[in-house]
């Protein structure tokens, strides 16, 4: 009887198909996370639209947008205020918009429920510092640009999160108050979670670099000098507590634009002082809630003088097309 030989791969064959099988595995791989991605930041996009509604029905109902925080240390923050508008109502129930975080008090115990729609599925904290046994948020609102401009364009001051000049200050802004249009004024954007690590020198990780928050010493304006530096005190803890109208948990400006690198955000130990912008982890920039309830993609390479202009509420500037 003659031995009949089994076809089969040779060797060289099934060298050539595994190389072909990783071929398409290099190449899918990239385009499900594209994919992936692009949900993500249609998800974050939607978001934010529910916050426009939000926003313009508590306008409706209290002729004034909500406070960005009342004076210290009444800090509660403009999201926490929008809760009953975004299908929260119970939970709205248990903040006292006038009170204060202190710790046991019903604004505190509040700010340890989630909220999912306060979160972005492109960052992996998934709404949490890790250490902390409060809730954060991804969506922050604008307090305006965070500096005052001499006529020749250097800075001439910084201002406190009570004299902010976007739409989220201290003061209830009204429509009628937006004397640069509802579609030329930022309300909301996107944000970035903290990693809860210790940081005692500069980072050099994307993710910190991203995250932190420069705290310069007592006493100091958060000037873009110190932002620079790196003197100063590394907060890692950014976005912790959606119910907290800081800097660094729920308010920003325009000054940085958007995920600018080579300056790290800062701020002095007050919180109520900063140079704090908009991140996200979709590729080429944010989404930007406006006053009129629409929602765009703001570039990182937007013009920083059309991003200031956005920033304002009645500062007479024309942002032009972006």
């Known amino acids: 009887m003659k031995n009949q030989t089994r076809p089969g791969f040779t060797l060289i064959e099934l060298l050539v198909v595994i190389a072909i099988i990783a071929v398409l595995v290099g190449l899918l791989v990239p385009a499900v996370q594209k994919v992936r991605e692009a949900a993500n930041r249609m998800s ?47 939970l709205q129930k248990l903040i006292d918009p006038e009170g204060t975080l202190a710790i046991g008090t019903q604004n505190d115990l509040a700010g340890k429920y989630r909220v999912k729609m306060f979160v ?41 999160i009570p004299d902010g000049n976007g739409v989220f200050a201290q003061i209830p802004t009204r429509f009628a108050d937006i004397l640069d249009g509802a579609s030329n004024t930022a309300a909301f954007t996107e944000s970035l979670l903290g990693t809860g690590l210790s940081i005692t020198t500069r980072p050099t990780d994307l993710m910190n670099i991203q995250t932190v928050v420069l705290e310069v010493p007592s006493g100091n304006d958060p000037t873009p000098a110190d932002c620079e530096s790196g003197a100063g005190t590394w907060n890692s803890r950014r976005g912790e507590q959606w119910i907290n109208g800081h800097y660094g948990n729920t308010l920003y400006n325009h000054f940085l634009t958007p995920n600018q690198s080579g300056k790290w ?18 590729s080429g920039g944010v989404n930007l809630l406006l006053c009129d309830g629409s929602v765009r993609f703001c570039p990182n390479s937007v013009d920083p003088l059309i991003w200031r202009a956005l920033a304002t509420r009645a500062g007479g500037e024309i942002p032009g097309d972006w």
Do not use: W
Not at 146 to 160: E, R, W
Not at 265 to 282: E, P, V, W
């Open 265 to 282: 955000d800062c701020g002095n130990k007050s919180h109520n002082k900063g140079l704090t912008s908009a991140r996200s982890f979709h």
């Open 120 to 160: 972005c599925p492109s960052d992996p904290r998934n709404g949490q510092v890790p250490g902390s046994e409060y809730f954060g948020i991804n969506y922050v609102a604008n307090n305006g640009t965070g500096v005052t401009f001499a006529s020749n364009g250097t800075i001439s001051g910084y201002l406190k």
């Open 44 to 90: 974050c996009s939607n978001n934010l639209k529910q916050l426009g509604l939000a926003m313009h029905n508590y306008e409706g109902a209290n002729q004034a947008f909500p406070q960005g925080r009342n004076g210290y240390p009444k800090v509660v923050s403009a999201p926490a205020r929008l809760l009953a508008y975004v299908e929260q109502e119970s």
